[in-house]
């Protein structure tokens, strides 16, 4: 099964990192996002890769090649303009048509298994996509207070809601419900959910993390080089 990296965006809140490279280059403990992403797929047995690339696309050929350094296939499918997310897989149709995949955001490292939104979408005939869902954290530490007294500083709890996890398994049907340009959280996935044929996954005990500012680097890097030191290059 192909896995499909949306590497297209401008990254404009990484800024400066990503003056003169795409997000997915993006370094976070040592190694760009892209690399944790071919990394741990291929760690779950994948190793067909296509980038959806736009912005600054040609450091991405230059920096992955053809993935034979990292022991895997990487084709690439470049876009001549800002498509949106729907619209760069529907701009990849020719190479993504003939049989299901995993689409990943190009800003997020997680070690999830995606084995498990595929049974669940495979093993239903009504489904067209799946979307994997990750527990919902605060931002912010948060503090407990009973009668005025504090109780307790709680770092970054969990909120009690699911995200999206940037991560889906979709069957080559979903083609039908793409934009040729806008983003499929707008276009696609909310007709999909209304005729019930959009299916999830909740993950809870892995490692995700949205890269979006400098300080989402920082972070990532300190909690990788705990899980990943054999991924983990020197900074």
């Known amino acids: 099964m192909k896995v499909a990296i949306l590497a297209g965006g401008l990254g404009k809140r990484l800024r400066p990192l990503t003056a003169d490279r795409p997000k997915a280059l993006v370094e976070v403990c040592g190694r760009p996002i892209v690399e944790w992403q071919i990394e741990l797929m291929k760690r779950r047995g994948f190793t067909d890769f296509v980038i959806l690339a ?16 990292l022991g895997v296939r990487i084709s690439y499918v470049v876009e001549d303009e800002p498509l949106g997310t729907g619209g760069a897989i529907k701009n990849a149709e020719h190479v ?27 093993g239903d ?15 912010y530490g948060v503090v407990k207070v009973s009668n005025g007294y504090v109780e307790e500083f709680v770092e970054k709890p969990r909120l009690g809601y699911w995200i999206n ?3 889906y398994v979709m069957k080559p049907e979903v083609f039908q419900y793409l934009p040729e340009k806008g983003d499929i959280e707008k276009t696609a996935f909310p007709e999909l959910a209304r005729s019930k044929r959009l299916r999830a996954y909740s993950y809870d005990k892995v490692f995700w993390r949205a890269i979006d500012t400098v300080k989402d680097v920082d972070e990532a890097s300190t909690e990788l080089r705990k899980l990943y030191p054999d991924i983990c290059l020197a900074e």
Do not use: C
């Not at 005939?125 to 527990?135: D, E, R, S």
């Open 54 to 69: 736009g912005y600054r696309w040609e450091k991405l050929v230059q920096h992955l090649g053809s993935g034979k350094r």
């Open 96 to 122: 993504l048509k003939d049989s299901p995949f995993i689409v990943m955001n190009g800003d997020v490292i997680t070690d999830l298994d995606p084995r498990k939104l595929i049974d669940l979408v495979m």
């Open 125 to 139: 005939p009504t489904a067209v996509a799946g979307i994997a869902l990750v527990p919902m954290r605060s931002p």
């Open 165 to 167: 996890a940037g991560v």
